[in-house]
C-alpha cells in the first residue's frame, strides 16, 4: 500500500539536502563545538555558519539566535527566563497575557508561573480563531510584564495580527513572545527593525516543523532582552543556555532555513505557497462539494498555506484518523502532542464549537512534497471513509438532496 503522509504540522519529513548538510558531523567532523583544536572549530564553524542562515531567514542579528532543543524549551525559556526570577520582598507581581488556543508549551509553562503567583490573563479567540487588538487592549495592566500570542496555530493554521499585536505591548512598555513554531517556514517573517516584527522581543522555532530534524530549535532573543537561564552549566549561547551544542542538529536546521526562504521567495510573489494554498483549497472544496454537515474551522481568517481543519457532524474524528490511517493516509484530529487525548480541542472549544463538534474535527496539514496526485487520493478516500462512519451513528440522517460519494 502507498502511503500518503498528511500530518506535516505533527512533524515534517527531513528533506534530503537537509541529511546531507548533517551527515558529516555525524562521522568525520565530530569536534565538540567549544573545544580550541582543529576539530573543535571546524565544528564552531559549522554552528556559526548555521546561525547566520537562520538570521537571514528571520532577518535578525546572528547574535539574537539561540540554539535550543526544540520549540518547547524556547517557550519554556522565553516565559520561564523572564517572569520567573526572584522578586525583591515588596516587588510589583509581574503580569503575563496569553491565549487558550496556544500551544501546552506556553499553556502549562503559564499554568505553573500562575501556581508560583504570576498574574496571568488567558485570551479568548473570534469564532474565527483570531486574537484581536481589541481584547488585547482591554487585558492591558500597568503591570503586564509579557505577552505571548502564537503566530499561527498549529490546529487550524489561523495566523494572528502579531505585528498590531506587538506593537500594542511595546506602546504599554510590555515585551513580546510569539510561538512561531507553525509559522516558520510557511511565512515570511521580519524581525528588523523597519520589519513587520519590529516590535516583537522573543520568538521561538522548532526544527521538526520546518524539515530539520527533531531535538533541534531556536530562540531569538533581541539584544535588549534580558532573561535568566533555566539551564545551568557552561557558557554556552553567550551564557544564555548551558550545554554542549547539537552540533549536526544546528547544521541542519541551518540549511533547513536556507531552503525555506528560496521557497518562499521563489519567483516572489508567486512563490510555494502560492502551490500550497491550491493543494489545500482544492482538498477543501472537494470534501465540500461531497460531504453535508462538514465545514472548514477557521474559515475565513488567513491561515498558513498548508493547514486545514474540518469537522464532520456525527463523526468521531479518532475513528476517521483510524479508517483512512487503514487505507493508507496518515491525518491527525488535532495536535499530535495530544494525540490519545479523551477531552476535545482546547483550541476548537475555545473558537466556540461545541464538545461534538470538536470532537467530530481533523487536522489536514500538506507539506512541500504533497503532490496532485495525492490530492486526488485523499478526496478518493475522505468522503467514503465519512460517509461509512456515518451509517454507524444513530444521530446522523442522510439528506435526500446531496449524495454522499
Given at each position: ?57 528571520l532577518h535578525c ?17 522565553a516565559?520561564?527566563?523572564l517572569l ?33 503567583g ?9 469564532a ?10 482591554a ?9 505571548s ?10 495566523i ?5 499585536l506587538?506593537a500594542?505591548?511595546?506602546a ?35 526544527g ?21 537561564p ?7 549561547e ?6 554542549t551544542?547539537n ?6 536546521l541551518?540549511k533547513?532555513a ?6 518562499l ?5 508567486n512563490?510555494?505557497r ?9 482538498l477543501?472544496?472537494g ?12 474559515a475565513g ?23 483512512l490511517?487503514?487505507k ?8 499530535a502532542?495530544?494525540s ?26 500538506l ?6 496526485a ?9 468522503p ?7 451509517d454507524?451513528?444513530?444521530t ?5 438532496t446531496?449524495?454522499?460519494?
Amino acid at each position: 500500500m502507498q502511503r500518503i503522509y498528511m500530518d506535516a504540522n505533527a512533524t515534517t519529513p527531513l528533506l534530503p539536502a537537509v541529511f546531507e548538510a548533517m551527515r558529516p558531523f555525524w562521522i568525520e567532523h565530530f569536534g565538540n563545538a567549544s573545544s580550541i583544536h582543529q576539530q573543535g572549530q571546524y565544528a564552531r564553524a559549522a554552528v556559526d555558519q548555521a546561525r547566520e542562515s537562520i538570521a537571514t531567514m528571520l532577518h535578525c542579528r546572528s547574535s539574537e539566535i539561540v540554539f535550543t532543543s526544540g520549540g518547547t524549551e524556547s517557550d519554556n525559556f522565553a516565559l520561564f527566563g523572564l517572569l520567573s526570577a526572584p522578586r525583591p520582598a515588596g516587588a510589583e507581581i509581574p503580569h503575563l497575557i496569553t491565549s487558550n488556543i496556544e500551544h501546552h508549551a506556553v499553556l502549562h509553562a503559564a499554568q505553573h508561573l500562575e501556581a508560583q503567583g504570576i498574574e496571568v490573563t488567558y485570551l479568548d479567540p473570534t469564532a474565527q480563531g483570531l486574537i484581536t487588538p481589541q481584547a488585547l487592549q482591554a487585558a492591558i495592566r500597568p503591570n503586564t510584564k509579557l505577552v505571548s500570542i502564537m503566530l499561527a496555530n498549529n490546529e487550524t493554521g489561523v495566523i494572528q495580527p502579531i505585528a498590531e499585536l506587538a506593537a500594542i505591548a511595546k506602546a504599554t512598555g510590555a515585551l513580546f513572545h510569539t510561538d512561531a513554531v507553525q509559522g516558520a517556514g510557511k511565512l515570511l517573517m521580519d524581525l528588523s527593525p523597519k520589519g513587520a516584527l519590529k516590535d516583537v522581543d522573543l520568538l521561538s522555532i522548532s526544527g521538526h516543523k520546518m524539515y530539520a530534524p527533531k531535538g533541534t530549535g531556536i530562540l531569538f532573543v533581541r539584544r535588549s532582552v534580558r532573561l535568566a537561564p533555566i539551564f545551568h552549566g557552561g557558557t554556552h549561547e553567550r551564557q544564555r543556555r548551558a550545554g554542549t551544542e547539537n552540533v549536526a542538529g544546528i547544521v541542519a536546521l541551518g540549511k533547513a532555513a536556507e531552503l525555506a526562504q528560496q521557497w518562499l521567495t521563489e519567483d516572489n510573489p508567486n512563490d510555494g505557497r502560492t502551490h500550497l494554498t491550491q493543494l489545500r483549497d482544492r482538498l477543501e472544496q472537494g470534501i465540500l462539494a461531497q460531504v453535508e454537515e462538514c465545514g472548514v474551522n477557521g474559515a475565513g481568517a488567513p491561515r498558513t498555506s498548508n493547514t486545514s481543519n474540518l469537522y464532520f457532524d456525527h463523526v468521531e474524528a479518532e475513528a476517521l484518523v483510524i479508517a483512512l490511517d487503514l487505507k493508507g493516509l496518515s491525518i491527525s484530529g488535532g495536535s499530535a502532542c495530544q494525540s490519545g487525548a479523551t477531552e476535545p480541542s482546547h483550541v476548537l472549544t475555545s473558537m466556540g464549537l461545541s464538545p461534538a463538534r470538536a470532537r467530530a474535527s481533523i487536522r489536514i496539514s500538506l507539506s512541500r512534497l504533497t503532490t496532485e496526485a495525492e490530492i486526488d487520493a485523499a478526496l478518493a478516500l475522505i468522503p467514503p471513509a465519512v460517509a461509512r462512519l456515518r451509517d454507524l451513528s444513530p444521530t446522523y440522517k442522510k439528506s435526500d438532496t446531496l449524495a454522499v460519494a
